[in-house]
């Protein structure tokens, strides 16, 4: 009787066991789509920043210093994004979103600009994807805490240990992000 | 709290366990309780196992905005909402003013035993809302759980309602699909329309576009007048008020967990949690039953 109980109860840590190494495989996969997620937005934008300049730069007078800012915060983001570096990704996206605003609250002073339909419709398109990256941003997070407490609670952190399951990084944005904009140094 | 409605497996697995118990009982033999124990205990383990997977994809799905959502499987979550494209929708035996019901009317058989003789659930679209958008719910193939229940007695039938009530706190997890406003406008084929509206007043369009004047629009002006019709198409587009994107949440085609409810995650969690631990003791008790009898010649 007590051989057959302890059959059953070795069958039962077996099953549970692995169904936990598919739990930890899972919840990888799933920050591995969060991360595609905000990849394919942080690409688009990647895309449409170049159009937004080229409309800036039609009018001569722009500050090319707002528009450099710009070229080069999104040439970090898209170093980081690539690299798959999530610290350096935050805080370039910090950077990036901060110039992003600068350019829009300079575009302000210029009315020409302001009526251009172009301009506008690339002003609204970028709104929309930052909102989105930053909705995104939240999902992964959760996705990347889920995962990291999962390999930490016993007892799946001991099968993390004996698969080597890592923890991830949360995506932060650095606090440019959340600085207002200096409208009145802009235009000094 | 009131479940509606458990999932079909787990029912159908309880009851299988439930019929083989009273028959072993039923038949008072050693052979009888050898073949149904094992049986107990393979269906609990695979009822465990199931719940199990339920229960963890609900704690480990993170939870998506409607408007950033990606497309595929996602957890939603916001307020129920009337789709106002429908009429009111009344609950099939209070006429209940809800967005989903499912109704159930049962009978007593010759035994005493309630039986049903007559259920069914609302398949009309509903809304959720959250503070990003819109998105459309099908609960058509969704497991529905809501915490509103009535019951009551009409001559001798027993009737049972549940309900999803407007501005309910809602959970749902399936499949999410969006069809884009700005992919139904195809630019390259209202260009082509205007051309050939332009086309149809050949003198007003040699007008303007015959550069040369000799009559015949070439290659360089027809570029032109593309060029012109493509603006005047973008300028239309723009001043016209670009309908919002459809966002639609529907049963996952490859047949993952598909839930609406008006339960709170934890909540629904500590469902499945019941339903794992209940198998898992199943499973022993039919194991320590089944030692039993092979520890007994004369059982």
């Avoid at chain 1, 990647?46 to 210093?65: A, G, M, N, R, T």
């Avoid at chain 1, 944005?173 to 600085?179: D, G, L, N, R, V």
């Avoid at chain 2, 049903?116 to 959720?128: A, N, Q, Y």
Wanted: proline residues 3%; contains cysteine; negative net charge.
């Amino acid at each position: 009787m007590l051989l057959m109980i302890l059959i059953a109860i070795l069958v039962v840590a077996l099953l549970y066991a692995a169904s936990l190494y598919n739990r930890l495989v899972g919840v990888k996969h799933a920050v591995a789509k969060a991360w595609a997620n905000i990849d394919v937005l942080l690409k688009q934008r990647h895309d449409e920043l170049p159009k937004l300049i080229e409309v800036c730069k039609q009018y001569s007078q722009f500050e090319q210093k707002t528009l450099q800012q710009v070229i080069q915060a999104r040439n970090a983001v898209q170093s980081a994004r690539e690299a798959q570096d999530i610290p350096a990704l935050g805080k370039a996206e910090g950077v990036l979103r901060a110039s992003v605003g600068g350019l829009f609250a300079l575009a302000e002073a210029y009315p020409e600009l302001r009526s251009n339909e172009q301009y506008m419709q690339l002003q609204n398109r970028m709104s929309v994807l930052e909102n989105a990256i930053a909705d995104r941003r939240e999902l992964y997070n959760e996705a990347v805490n889920i995962n990291n407490i999962q390999i930490e609670v016993f007892p799946a952190s001991i099968i993390a240990g004996m698969f080597h399951f890592e923890s991830k990084s949360l995506l932060a944005f650095t606090a440019e992000e959340t600085q207002d904009v200096d409208v009145k140094k802009l235009f000094s | 709290m009131v479940i509606s409605q458990l999932r079909h497996f787990q029912l159908a697995t309880s009851g299988v366990q439930l019929v083989l118990f009273a028959a072993a009982a039923q038949m008072e033999s050693r052979s009888g309780w050898l073949l149904s124990l094992p049986l107990i205990a393979l269906i609990s383990v695979f009822a465990w196992l199931s719940a199990l997977k339920k229960y963890r994809t609900i704690a480990d799905t993170p939870t998506s905005k409607i408007a950033s959502a990606a497309q595929g499987y996602v957890e939603l979550m916001g307020r129920a909402d009337r789709n106002v494209e429908q009429p009111l929708l009344q609950s099939q035996l209070g006429r209940q003013a809800c967005v989903w019901f499912r109704y159930s009317v049962e009978r007593r058989d010759n035994d005493g035993d309630w039986q049903t003789v007559d259920c069914g659930e609302s398949d009309t679209d509903f809304l959720l809302r959250d503070d990003s958008g819109v998105c459309h719910i099908q609960p058509t193939g969704a497991e529905i759980l809501s915490c509103h229940k009535k019951v009551w007695i009409v001559g001798a039938a027993r009737h049972s309602e549940w309900w999803l009530l407007e501005g309910d706190p809602l959970y749902v997890l399936g499949d999410f699909k969006t069809s884009q406003a700005a992919a139904r406008f195809d630019a390259e084929a209202e260009t082509g329309a205007m051309l050939v509206r332009w086309k149809q007043n050949m003198p007003q369009l040699q007008l303007r576009f015959d550069l040369n004047g000799d009559g015949v629009l070439d290659e360089h002006e027809w570029m032109l007048a593309r060029q012109a019709a493509r603006q005047e198409v973008e300028k239309i587009a723009a001043t016209v008020q670009t309908p919002a994107d459809v966002h639609v949440l529907q049963r996952p085609e490859n047949g993952a967990m598909f839930v609406i409810s008006n339960l709170m995650p934890a909540q629904l969690a500590r469902h499945y949690l019941r339903w794992v631990w209940g198998n898992l003791l199943l499973f022993f008790v039919a194991v320590i039953g089944l030692a039993f009898v092979l520890q007994q010649p004369d059982f």
